[in-house]
């Protein structure tokens, strides 16, 4: 499983969609790829167009975004205590917490954001 950050998210279905052509590969090999809660809010609170909004629903439905929930909750709050500067990364360090309890890789754009959490794998752009 792979769970997307919210970085990947803009970059694939926003205005340009860079990334588009990479998520499309991803999904195409079959690989089952969420949204954490977290992205969603992160996703819907910035400006978006009616066709972001629908290609994002279209390829992955608000019903299925990954939880975070209580057992999510308690592995963000030991992250935040383990990490050498946890303030301001809070939605980070709960965003790596769903993928750590989903035992699944995060992609993101902004690796340095969590390259120091420990647990979280990493997928890098271009891998599959």
């Given at each position: 499983?792979?769970?997307?950050?919210?970085?990947l998210?803009?970059?694939?279905?926003?205005?340009?969609?860079?990334?588009?052509?990479?998520?499309?590969?991803?999904?195409?090999?079959?690989?089952?790829?969420?949204?954490?809660?977290?992205?969603?809010?992160?996703?819907?609170?910035?400006?978006?167009?009616?066709?972001?909004?629908?290609?994002?629903?279209?390829?992955f439905?608000?019903?299925?975004?990954?939880?975070?929930?209580?057992?999510?909750?308690?592995?963000?709050?030991?992250?935040?205590?383990?990490?050498?500067?946890?303030?301001?990364?809070?939605?980070?360090?709960?965003?790596?917490?769903?993928?750590?309890?989903?035992?699944?890789?995060?992609?993101?754009?902004?690796?340095?954001?969590?390259?120091?959490?420990?647990?979280?794998?990493?997928?890098?752009?271009?891998?599959?």
């Amino acid at each position: 499983m792979i769970l997307l950050d919210t970085s990947l998210l803009i970059e694939a279905l926003g205005a340009g969609g860079t990334l588009a052509p990479a998520l499309r590969g991803v999904l195409a090999e079959g690989e089952r790829v969420c949204l954490p809660t977290l992205v969603v809010y992160e996703w819907l609170r910035g400006p978006r167009i009616p066709e972001e909004l629908h290609a994002q629903q279209v390829l992955f439905p608000l019903e299925d975004a990954v939880p975070f929930g209580p057992p999510e909750a308690a592995l963000a709050a030991r992250l935040y205590g383990e990490v050498a500067k946890p303030r301001g990364r809070e939605i980070d360090l709960a965003i790596a917490a769903c993928a750590i309890s989903w035992d699944a890789s995060l992609w993101t754009l902004n690796e340095r954001d969590f390259d120091d959490i420990p647990g979280v794998k990493l997928m890098r752009v271009g891998e599959g």
